[in-house]
């Protein structure tokens, strides 16, 4: 029987083996890409990370456990998980020995160090440990077609979606296409319309302090008309007539 030479590949194996390394990488890359969110909006933070909670910051009325190591003297109470101490109305934590640290405003890094600093005057190399019990200077507002409106506090990064969840669900009324969120600036009233019901990159805004997220009704008028009770019972400023207006006319034209 005579010899017969196996068939060739079409491809040489080094070149696709190059093309399929090309090809997974664009893929990877892509798949990497995280979608850009509204005009106003910040870049979505990473919720995964652990240390997430870290970039909160400690205001008024916050709860807070510190602990120094080796000194539970000088740490705040621990006879259960509720306890701690509350930061006072200027801002300052409360502690044995040193007196009252300014934390106001800073995250948990930086009032960690800000206490070791403190403990620094008295001892060498204190190990300080900071917690937050409670996130109460920190809130937003969810109002409208939910089943649990209210003020929510706001104690680890959220974006518009998983603010959502906390209003227990819409209610059979809802107009899940067009959700307000309202954020007064220093130039004035950000508007987002999110759409709640096809969920996209509209819905990765991060929620800050004070934000007033607003589920309107089916076939319920105009979203002044509607948000107005809730806002003048908030003694929100977004409830003067003129601001609602405005408010009215940016949401029509999306």
Excluded: W
């Excluded at 008024?60 to 602990?67: G, K, L, P, S, T």
């Amino acid at each position: 029987m005579p010899f017969q030479r196996a068939p060739q590949p079409l491809v040489h194996p080094a070149v696709l083996c190059v093309a399929l390394c090309t090809v997974l990488s664009a893929v990877s890359c892509r798949s990497r890409a995280l979608p850009t969110s509204l005009e106003h909006a910040q870049t979505p933070l990473p919720l995964a990370a652990p240390d997430a909670t870290a970039l909160l910051r400690l205001g008024a009325n916050d709860i807070v456990r510190a602990r120094v190591h080796g000194h539970p003297e000088l740490s705040t109470p621990e006879s259960n998980l509720l306890t701690g101490t509350r930061i006072d109305p200027d801002g300052r934590l409360a502690l044995p020995l040193v007196g009252s640290v300014d934390v106001d405003g800073k995250t948990l890094p930086e009032a960690r160090e800000a206490i070791r600093a403190a403990y620094s005057a008295f001892m060498k190399d204190p190990q300080v440990e900071v917690s937050v019990v409670e996130y109460a200077a920190r809130r937003f507002y969810l109002y409208g077609e939910v089943k649990t409106p209210g003020p929510v506090a706001l104690d680890r990064p959220l974006n518009v979606y998983q603010a959502l969840s906390f209003g227990g669900g819409y209610s059979p009324f809802a107009d899940r296409d067009r959700i307000v969120l309202l954020r007064e600036t220093s130039e004035g009233v950000d508007v987002h319309v999110i759409d709640g019901a096809h969920p996209d990159d509209s819905g990765l805004i991060i929620i800050q302090p004070d934000d007033f997220l607003f589920v309107r009704r089916t076939g319920f008028g105009r979203f002044s008309e509607q948000a107005l009770p809730v806002l003048t019972a908030m003694s929100s400023t977004l409830s003067s007539i003129t601001t609602l207006i405005l408010i009215d006319d940016r949401i029509n034209g999306k």
